[in-house]
């Protein structure tokens, strides 16, 4: 049994040690807004946050996050300022990637003191949307920031 | 989103007069509206293919039966029928249909969301339906009160009679309105009265997706749920040799490996016992059908096939004897590589087969397809068999094929148990169904003056039809390889060369190459544009004409086309001086009803090879905009595919199999390599045309006549990879 802290809950799942942090996620805690897209950390889409850090979880094991927080995007705030710039600049289309990339650019956004909307879409090359939403992730990260400095979140 | 709608219950509750529900049924021949609270006599045999109920609790929900898969479907269906019915925006609810004949699409006769249909073949249907509803709201409200109607407004669903300041909401009217007889030809509203149509509408989608809650065919889970993942031959053609079943089935959790035609599922009730199975069954394979095939061997096989005779696709005039005659003459060969769709989610499927039903959860495209083969592979008639419908993480085309369908019923019929068919991205890149690579070859005669006197072209390509409809290729002509290249009889949309060419012949031929081929987003329009713009931009050229001027007058009778050129040529600064080392280029390309011009703007850096992308100005003319918040995005979608293909995308394969297994080695365009891109909604045409894929066919050649006009150099053959630039560099 493994014990796993995840969005403030704890859960246990009967997986072994070196079981993939992604999988567990999904089938076993049926926390299914992590999403799998390559499995090899090159596209983003299993994005969450360990101890407020963004991470691929597809390419850690149960083992490497004991006694560590994990928060995925079920576990991020309705009110955080990513998720309210994503709606309001309607960045989504297929939407399939953007759990990871919303998980990514909160976590660069909470940064203190708050970085610079160039500063992180610089810090975005290693995430892919085959929609091409791109040009509206880039106006969603404004926002974000703008919102996020005002409400100094 | 709740998948479970099926037509038995669309019959169900509108029988039991819960409110008031209108349907419509669409067919080739035009369409019917019904009021579902009718006799049942008159809901026999009809068959809708979108339907919305008003509840008493004031409710509107929307049932809709085409895809969505980031496209923007669901939300612009439910504008036209909310505007129309002048309903409140958040009254409205939208549910995906199940997998029936009512849902088929009337530009395509069957379920299925592609050719950037599904808002353009359901627009005046939706109208006509919403506004019947709203006429039979307002007649309630004006018997209820013992008015004229014509004292009667609906307005935000609520019906007000103003001189008595009365007002009625449409959960309040649903009830009496049903009884009503439904209108033959209710009125529409006129366009400057529209409230959501044209307006940038937020997604109904959107904040589930935000949320991280919308369910993809990769998040389903069935109770008892297993597992599948397949063996795969290495090479195409490649069959078993030897295997250890034995093994595979000791692994903790694993069930029975199954035979299918697409290799051998290991089925399993984890999806890592269904792993570590098939790393267990170690099957080896022959070497395949063309062991030798590889990126060189592909390319010489398809130049070889060029000039193999091929078949006449079209004519008109006599271009041999306009080229003998001409006074200069350009000829040129292009080649376009493989590419696949790489979307984000892995193609997946879950299907549970039982003794009397069969119901297959899917995040597909073409509903009536999996309907039909998940009903021959289970052995139901399709009636017993339900598909639902999941969102898409992506489709481009891909999830129109029904193959993960086939898969997943195999293994749930061998198991009896539901099984989720998982692929990695890996198996997703190796085994998709690629945009055909195609060989094309021009000779183009100009007269003294520099005008078109004749063009003749051939192509050669991987078939598109041979798959899904053999019967519809005629003497060796696939119109979907094609596509964009000629007309093609029974569809509502142009699709040949718009260019007025006096003398004109076209030759094709099916490469006999073993790759798969299937749509992916806009079809062959992609390649087939890249091929025909470029080499318009040779002939301007050749006549020493700038490539805008070049063009105009070769397009006199297509107006769209004509503005959308000048529209992206004036926003983009058409013939302003640019930096040493930049270049600007355009291109326009007519196809699903929608004429669209890019001009892109480019550097090319010549010591390392690196061409930059640095601005793409596009003008669309799509007719009436349902959504342009939407039509902006869609656009921008398609030019970043298309920028993705041009700059950098290409199968690598080797040894008669694909080589290319995961972003690493098959990489797409990333956050940086995005230029700006402004999109320009010119509204000219009188009929509505689609908006998700004619972003891709002129963003390539845009970009490569760009280079050539920061160079000097043509390039042919994309993508404009370092290694290519500079070997051209080089070459010049």
């Keep these: 049994m493994i014990s796993l802290n995840v969005n403030g809950k704890e859960y246990q799942a009967d997986v072994p040690a070196d079981a993939s942090l992604l999988w567990v996620l999904r089938d076993h805690l049926k926390l299914t807004g992590t999403k799998f897209g390559c499995g090899i950390g090159q596209c983003g889409s299993c994005t969450i946050h360990v101890d407020g850090k963004a991470e691929r979880s597809c390419g850690m094991t149960v083992d490497q996050v004991k006694g560590k927080k994990i928060t995925t995007i079920e576990g991020l705030a309705e009110d955080n300022p990513v998720k309210r710039a994503w709606i309001k600049e309607q960045v989504v289309q297929c939407g399939y990637c953007q759990p990871g990339i919303i998980m990514q650019v909160a976590a660069l956004v909470s940064q203190k003191p708050t970085p610079s909307a160039d500063q992180i879409i610089s810090k975005m090359d290693d995430v892919i949307c085959r929609c091409g939403t791109y040009p509206r992730i880039k106006k969603g990260i404004k926002t974000a920031v703008q919102m996020a400095r005002k409400e100094g979140k | ?732």
């Excluded at chain 2, 036209?80 to 995906?96: P, S």
């Excluded at chain 2, 063996?231 to 903790?252: D, F, I, Q």
């Design chain 2, 1 to 732: 989103m709740k998948t479970s709608m099926t037509r038995r219950t669309f019959l169900k509750s509108s029988l039991a007069a819960t409110g008031l529900t209108i349907a419509v049924s669409v067919s080739p021949f035009g369409y019917r509206l019904l009021n579902a609270s009718q006799s049942k006599e008159a809901l026999k045999g009809f068959k809708p293919n979108i339907w919305y109920e008003i509840a008493p609790n004031n409710a509107v929900t929307v049932f809709i039966g085409s895809s969505e898969m980031g496209q923007g479907t669901h939300t612009a269906l439910a504008t036209i029928i909310a505007d129309e019915l002048d309903a409140d925006w958040k009254q409205i609810k939208v549910r995906q249909g199940p997998a029936a004949k009512e849902y088929h699409n009337p530009l395509l006769g069957e379920q299925l969301t592609v050719a950037s249909a599904a808002v353009r073949g359901f627009y005046d249907p939706c109208r006509k339906a919403a506004a019947a509803g709203r006429s039979m709201l307002v007649k309630a409200a004006a018997a209820s009160w013992g008015v004229p109607e014509s004292e009667c407004d609906a307005t935000k669903g609520t019906v007000i009679h103003k001189k008595s300041s009365r007002k009625s909401t449409y959960g309040q009217l649903c009830l009496a309105a049903a009884k009503l007889e439904i209108p033959k030809e209710p009125a529409l509203k006129k366009e400057g009265d529209f409230r959501y149509i044209g307006k940038p509408m937020a997604r109904v989608d959107i904040p589930a997706k935000v949320k991280g809650t919308a369910v993809y065919g990769l998040d389903v889970s069935v109770p008892g749920m297993h597992y599948a993942v397949l063996a795969r031959p290495p090479a195409y053609g490649a069959k078993p040799v030897s295997k250890n079943e034995k093994a595979a089935l000791n692994v903790k959790g694993v069930v029975k490996v199954v035979e299918t035609p697409m290799g051998l599922a290991v089925c399993a009730k984890s999806l890592d016992a269904a792993w570590n199975g098939r790393k267990a069954l170690d099957v080896k394979w022959d070497k395949g059908a063309l062991p030798q095939m590889d990126n060189a061997f592909i390319e010489k096989t398809m130049m070889a096939e060029l000039d193999k005779p091929g078949s006449k696709a079209g004519e008109n005039g006599d271009a041999k004897k306009a080229l003998e005659g001409a006074a200069k003459k350009v000829k040129s060969t292009y080649f376009v590589p493989y590419v696949a769709h790489t979307l984000m989610e892995p193609i997946n499927c879950t299907a549970f087969v039982r003794k009397d039903q069969c119901d297959v959860w899917a995040p597909t495209q073409g509903q009536t397809g999996a309907q039909m083969l998940a009903s021959e592979v289970s052995g139901l008639p399709p009636e017993k068999v339900n598909i639902h419908t999941t969102y898409m993480g992506c489709g481009l085309g891909r999830r129109a094929a029904p193959d993960f369908v086939v898969e997943a019923v195999i293994a749930s019929k061998a198991t009896g148990k539901p099984v989720k068919v998982v692929w990695t991205r890996e198996e997703d890149i190796k085994y998709d169904f690629f945009r055909s690579a195609t060989c094309q070859r021009i000779e183009a005669g100009l007269d003294g003056q520099g005008q078109l006197t004749g063009w003749s072209h051939k192509a050669v390509a991987g078939s598109i039809l041979t798959p899904i409809n053999p019967k519809a290729i005629e003497n060796g002509v696939d119109i979907m390889s094609l596509w964009g290249l000629m007309d093609f009889p029974g569809s509502p949309d142009g699709n040949r060369i718009l260019y007025e060419i006096p003398n004109f012949y076209l030759e094709f031929l099916i490469s006999e190459l073993p790759v798969p081929v299937a749509p992916w987003r806009s079809v062959q329009n992609g390649p087939n544009a890249f091929v025909t713009e470029s080499f318009i931009d040779e002939l301007a050229h050749a006549a020493g004409k700038d490539p805008l001027e070049f063009r105009l007058p070769l397009l006199k009778e297509s107006k769209g086309a004509q503005r959308v050129l000048k529209v992206a040529a004036e926003k983009a600064g058409w013939g302003k001086p640019l930096p040493k080392g930049q270049g600007r280029g355009i291109a326009q390309h007519h196809c699903f009803g929608t004429d669209v011009a890019a001009v892109a703007e480019v550097s090319v850096n010549e010591k390392d090879g690196h061409v930059k992308v640095n601005r793409v100005v596009v003008a669309v003319d799509c007719g009436l905009a349902v959504n342009p918040l939407n039509v902006e995005g869609q656009i921008q979608g398609g030019v970043i595919n298309a920028l993705s293909t041009v700059l950098k995308e290409e199968v690598i394969f080797a040894n008669g199999g694909v080589k290319s297994a995961n972003f690493e080695d098959y990489d797409v365009l990333r956050m940086s390599e995005v230029p700006d891109i402004e999109v320009h909604i010119v509204k000219g045409n009188d009929k509505m045309g689609g908006i998700g894929e004619p972003g891709v066919p002129p963003t390539a050649p845009a970009v490569a006549n760009a280079f050539f006009n920061a160079t000097g150099i043509r390039i042919r053959r994309i993508p404009l990879t370092s290694k290519v630039v500079l070997e051209a560099l080089k070459k010049a």
